[in-house]
């Protein structure tokens, strides 16, 4: 069984969420609370029972996260990947995810995504509108590709923004333990205990690849020059800029 999509505030979400709407709008964070906001790849009763600081994680767009976040200066960790890489890895993702409508083919997705008729809505929205807001409140923007560059770098940086301090030798803890080939194998990561109803891995698992630059393997010449043409018109008035391969920005 699949579940549609349903508009909340003209955002296309999962008619599993749509209806737990309001109860999310009305979330209470507090003071200290982190928030690590990303564009997709908990149950609010439980996190009210969680103790302070909570570290709270959210795929809602910028203009959707429960206002309480900001009125309180909770910080906010954001986390950015580049679009096609982005698309790659939803389209398979949604492959297994049941809450979202079945992704039909490769080039019928790349149409959606581009137009935001996805889960979560546009990418070009979310990444934009947290990086457009970012110098009004207590938050780090943070890009993937950065960390598949050099994970110690921002896990510094992360350390810092949270006013934390680690010995070098936890530090490369950390950085081995969070590297991807680490939590592909960790059930606390991969969604392995997921029922299938919810997360059939099957025939891919949520933890793919995890590489910069794997949408070369996906794109046809033709999609790309489709994507780049609409990339660059929905990206013309922002000074925020991504990696597509680990040699450039753009």
Same mark, same amino acid.
């Given at each position: 069984m699949r579940f549609q999509l349903k508009l909340v505030e003209g955002v296309p979400l999962s008619e599993i969420i749509a209806p737990n709407w309001q109860e999310i709008q009305n979330f209470q964070a507090r003071p200290g609370d982190v928030l690590i906001a990303t564009y997709p790849k908990s149950d609010a009763e439980t996190v009210n029972t969680m103790p302070s600081p909570r570290y709270l994680k959210t795929h809602l767009p910028y203009h959707l996260v429960p206002p309480s976040f900001w009125e309180h200066n909770c910080k906010v960790i954001y986390l950015a990947r580049n679009a096609r890489d982005a698309a790659t890895s939803y389209y398979y993702f949604d492959h297994m995810a049941k809450i979202h409508p079945e992704p039909g083919s490769w080039d019928q997705y790349l149409q959606r995504f581009m137009s935001g008729n996805v889960g979560w809505g546009s990418w070009y929205d979310h990444v934009k509108g947290f990086w457009e807001e970012k110098d009004k409140h207590n938050m780090l923007y943070l890009f993937y590709e950065d960390m598949k560059q050099n994970s110690i770098s921002e896990i510094q940086k992360v350390m810092w923004f949270l006013g934390k301090e680690l010995p070098d030798a936890i530090v490369e803890k950390i950085a081995h333990y969070t590297s991807f080939s680490q939590m592909k194998n960790n059930i606390m990561a991969n969604y392995s205990t997921f029922p299938k109803e919810m997360m059939d891995q099957s025939q891919h698992t949520f933890m793919r690849k995890g590489q910069v630059g794997d949408w070369k393997n996906?794109?046809?010449?033709? $999609?790309?020059?489709?994507?780049?043409?609409?990339?660059?018109?929905?990206?013309?008035?922002?000074?925020?800029?991504? $990696?597509?391969?680990?040699?450039?920005?753009?």
């Open positions: 996906l794109f046809t010449v033709r $999609q790309n020059e489709l994507f780049e043409e609409d990339y660059r018109k929905k990206m013309s008035r922002t000074t925020l800029k991504f $990696q597509v391969s680990i040699e450039g920005r753009s």
